[in-house]
């Protein structure tokens, strides 16, 4: 009377899952292997990374992805602690604001930064400092989702008010509390915001493509326009980077918690 | 998100908000919303107002005749396409592969697997899938290679290779080949937002169905679907967000050859390709508009199939 | 005549058994308890009925068809789930009337029925409400009529009581009662609750470790418990290690008190105790019964019921007394004199 051990439906689609998932990947890196014709060679990621506009742009969204990163940090942990702290009948609103790019499609938003602040009186764009700042505030609202959803998450799970309570007992400040009791019991919450949000800066496209700076994403979508075979390579570089942050949080989170903050919910 | 979706609907707590905020306890709050005034609501009520400007800064409604268009129909409607076909097939994809790797008898490391490389999936768009996609099923690509050499000599002494997917009417930088490649990221988000409705459905609620007499099919058409609904609404709603708005796979894929609207949206911002930057503003809002339309659509329809979930 | 009937039933998961040598006939209309601690089979024993389970080895049979290999929806029993497991998606007509719908039932028929249901479990005005619109006890209810209104030939109920609050509770153990005599169906109620037991059933099964300990009437299982087990797990009860001092007569000793047990049966040199219940034992001197000196441990108040705690050379034991106003409690470290009835203790 045993039941039989797998179900037939239910394997066919994980292994279709499989497939769907693993084809482009061993295609790309197939295809990413064959630039000299009839062998297999690194030829094609030589070239990549012996392009100076590759280090260039790689080195500028990294710049970019870690500014955003600790700007994101100092604007999310401090609103999500006094939400939990002193307004939390607000926080059912602030969720709503942070999810609204997930409303606003990114062109449009990208076209919005442009024409606020591109045009006059503030020509914004015009010099490369100020570009850089809308660039990184662009990048703080695109991840924001994902940014609040960990930190809410983390938030929930330590008792914000008797650690706060705690701290000034012993005679702690505002910026004791933040730095030295919030921040450390929130560090895995922070790790996979702040891999998330790197994530979203080295593989956005739009922002630098429109505001005009020399960001990966542009980068990769020229190489794709007139190269063959470094496309494929590029994309397997940057599979290898994306995979190895958000592989980390799950590493971390043991799985649970991140998918949650992955897809923003 | 479906919840998130649900409160913004109903936004509870809106009195508490003012409520509190009269208390001056909101100080703590003053640098999030200076960043989100300067970052978000001033780049959008810039776009909205300018929509209804004309060149002078005078209020009109002229620029929305932009919507009579043909070529900018035609970009919505295309857009549309893509957005309801990818989030219905990798809706549908994705909902068995989360009954699969929830419900269903799998290998454990299968299951492990398929969670953890859909969390990773899900977050992957863009330029480097494009790649992918033009790597594996473009005319040179991997795939293509592969089953172009699956041919046999027929009956007349004919080489023939049936499989050869660009003879049979394929083409990667279509409207096929974008569905194909959105549907990467579609599914696992599919599976990650299904996945917690699956495990929330009772092993007691089949049972309770079992011995009432309800076949596995009875079961499902009547107690799991109808329980399922609205996350299911959810989870499309979220997919079709996704794929509306979605801009750099399309744009490297197909280098703009396909009129998706945010490809147009990207000309019109590169060269005012309608020849009036307001009519692009009255553009880019129609997009937020349908975003608009598209979750009052859920919202009515969640209130009308799940009238059970309010107590 | 045997109306269900479990013969030689076995169950076990790879190597750990879960029931083991479970046989039991139940007449029809008879409600019969499954009592005992958790994971002693008895909920493992009743989905095994319904079909959820299927028997390592062994036959069910219900009126003479043999059941043991049918699916769960084809075996026309009722079951009530702990969790109420009411559909939410429906309302609670719709829930009450599942079961004849998915059989193909016309409308006014199921109607019909789900009316007299609503009637029988007095929530009338409520068909038209979802199960998360209504009290536990209320979902508890609707639960019972969706399993009794496609008229299965046995009622199946899994602990359906202890997801309720305690005046809840007592009110709905009633409820099931009445419904249950009223419609004559037999009924398995699977609990681990003494009084809900006690108080409901024509019979109870009194289980451990996936095998029967006891079967009988709940008078058979309180006055007369045939195992430690039963006598400890049923009610309170105070054990106590004695030394046989006449095998013939049932006189043992404890210290150097004589008891004369009423009920014995070998007693061959193995280690011997005297089981009584704390409420047959009474304060003060008799002659010609059983009597015990000790000293008074503590005295706890229950309420109607006042338990002292004497240690009697060396060790404790509980009597309950009423709780009357003109009566004088002892004190800790008072001296304490205990009778009891021959008859009303045992050796175990």
């Known amino acids: 009377m045993k039941k039989p051990r797998f179900d037939l439906w239910s394997v066919f689609w994980a292994v279709a899952a499989l497939l769907y998932f693993f084809v482009p990947l061993y295609g790309t890196f197939d295809f990413s292997l064959r630039m000299k014709k009839g062998e297999i060679s690194l030829q094609a990621y030589q070239l990549v990374f012996s392009d100076p506009q590759f280090l260039r742009s790689f080195q500028y969204s990294t710049i970019m992805g870690i500014i955003s990163v600790t700007i994101s940090i100092l604007i999310f942990v401090p609103t999500v602690y006094w939400l939990y702290l002193k307004l939390p009948k607000a926080r059912p609103f602030v969720e709503i604001v942070t999810i609204l790019p997930f409303v606003i499609p990114v062109i449009v938003y990208v076209y919005g930064i442009n024409t606020a602040f591109g045009g006059a009186p503030l020509r914004l764009t015009s010099n490369t400092f100020t570009t850089d700042i809308l660039m990184v505030g662009g990048y703080v609202v695109l991840s924001m989702p994902y940014m609040f959803r960990a930190i809410d998450v983390g938030m929930r799970t330590i008792d914000v008010r008797t650690l706060t309570e705690a701290a000034q007992s012993m005679g702690a400040g505002w910026a004791q509390i933040l730095f030295n009791v919030i921040f450390p019991n929130l560090r895995i919450a922070i790790l996979s915001g702040s891999l998330i949000c790197f994530a979203t800066v080295i593989g956005e496209l739009i922002l630098g493509d429109f505001l005009l700076r020399p960001a990966l994403g542009p980068y990769m979508a020229a190489v794709g326009r007139d190269k063959a075979f470094e496309p494929a390579a590029l994309a397997i570089i940057s599979y290898a980077l994306t995979w190895a942050s958000l592989g980390l949080i799950q590493a971390i989170s043991h799985g649970g918690t991140s998918q949650q903050q992955l897809t923003g919910r | 998100m479906t919840q998130t979706i649900a409160q913004s609907a109903a936004v509870p707590a809106k009195r508490g908000v003012l409520e509190s905020l009269t208390k001056s306890n909101w100080i703590g709050l003053v640098p999030f919303f200076a960043f989100i005034f300067f970052f978000l609501v001033l780049p959008s009520t810039n776009l909205l107002m300018r929509s209804f400007q004309d060149f002078d800064g005078n209020f009109t409604l002229a620029n929305y005749a932009v919507m009579k268009n043909p070529y900018v129909i035609k970009a919505y409607s295309i857009s549309l396409r893509v957005s309801v076909i990818t989030s219905l097939v990798g809706g549908v994809f994705g909902f068995f592969v989360a009954y699969a790797i929830t419900l269903g008898n799998t290998p454990r490391w299968m299951r492990n697997f398929l969670m953890t490389f859909s969390g990773l999936a899900a977050n992957f768009g863009g330029v480097p899938l494009a790649f992918s996609y033009i790597a594996t099923l473009g005319r040179t690509g991997f795939m293509t290679a592969v089953l172009k050499s699956i041919c046999y000599t027929n009956a007349a002494g004919v080489q023939v290779c049936p499989f050869n997917p660009y003879d049979n009417g394929f083409n990667l930088y279509s409207i096929g080949g974008l569905v194909l490649a959105y549907t990467y990221f579609q599914f696992p988000l599919m599976v990650l937002t299904i996945t917690p409705a699956l495990e929330g459905l009772k092993k007691d609620w089949r049972e309770a169905s079992a011995n009432l007499g309800a076949s596995p099919f009875q079961y499902w058409r009547d107690v799991a679907l109808p329980i399922l609904w609205p996350s299911i609404l959810g989870a499309t709603l979220l997919l079709f967000g996704s794929a509306f708005g979605a801009y750099a796979t399309a744009y490297a894929l197909t280098g703009g050859s396909i009129y998706l609207i945010t490809i147009l949206i990207s000309q019109q911002i590169r060269g005012d390709v309608l020849n009036n930057p307001y009519e692009g503003y009255a553009l880019a809002v129609g997009m937020v508009i349908i975003m608009g339309i598209t979750i009052l659509a859920y919202t009515i329809l969640q209130r009308q199939t799940a009238r059970w979930l309010k107590s | ?348």
């Open chain 3, 1 to 348: 005549m045997s109306y269900l009937e479990l013969t030689n039933i076995h169950k076990s998961y790879g190597n750990a058994v879960a029931v083991e040598d479970f046989n039991l006939s139940v007449t029809q209309g008879e409600f019969v308890s499954f009592l005992g601690p958790s994971g002693c089979g008895k909920t493992t024993t009743l989905r095994m009925i319904a079909g959820f389970e299927v028997p390592t080895s062994g036959h069910i049979t219900i009126n003479g068809n043999d059941l043991t290999h049918l699916p769960p929806n084809k075996r026309n029993v009722g079951m009530v789930f702990q969790s109420y497991a009411l559909f939410p998606n429906m309302t609670v007509s719709e829930n009450i009337g599942y079961g004849l719908k998915v059989v193909g039932k016309p409308k006014n028929e199921i109607a019909k029925r789900v009316e007299e249901m609503l009637a029988l479990i007095h929530l009338q005005e409520l068909g038209k409400r979802y199960p998360n619109q209504l009290s536990g006890g209320q979902q508890q209810r609707v639960a019972l009529a969706r399993a009794l209104a496609f008229q299965p030939q046995v009622l199946l109920l899994d602990e359906p009581l202890s997801a309720l609050d305690a005046k809840i509770r007592v009110e709905l153990r009633h409820e099931i009662r009445r419904i249950q005599q009223q419609l004559g169906i037999t009924t398995i109620y699977v609990t681990h609750d003494q009084e809900e037991a006690l108080s409901l059933s024509d019979r109870i099964v009194v289980m451990s470790q996936g095998r029967m300990e006891q079967v009988g009437t709940p008078g058979e299982i309180y006055n007369f418990p045939t195992t430690e087990f039963v006598a400890k797990f049923v009610g309170q009860i105070n054990l106590l290690p004695v030394e046989v001092q006449n095998p013939a007569e049932g006189v043992v000793k404890i210290g150097s008190q004589l008891i004369r047990a009423g009920q014995y049966g070998h007693l061959n040199g193995k280690p011997v105790r005297l089981a009584v219940r704390p409420e047959e034992l009474n304060p003060g001197f008799i002659e010609g019964s059983n009597n015990l000196n000790g000293i008074v441990e503590t005295i706890t108040y229950l309420g109607a019921i006042v338990r002292i705690r004497v240690e009697v050379e060396g060790h404790p034991i509980s009597l309950d007394v009423f709780n009357e106003r003109r009566m004088k409690m002892p004190v800790a470290g008072d001296l304490f004199q205990v009778n009891f009835p021959v008859d009303a203790c045992w050796l175990l």
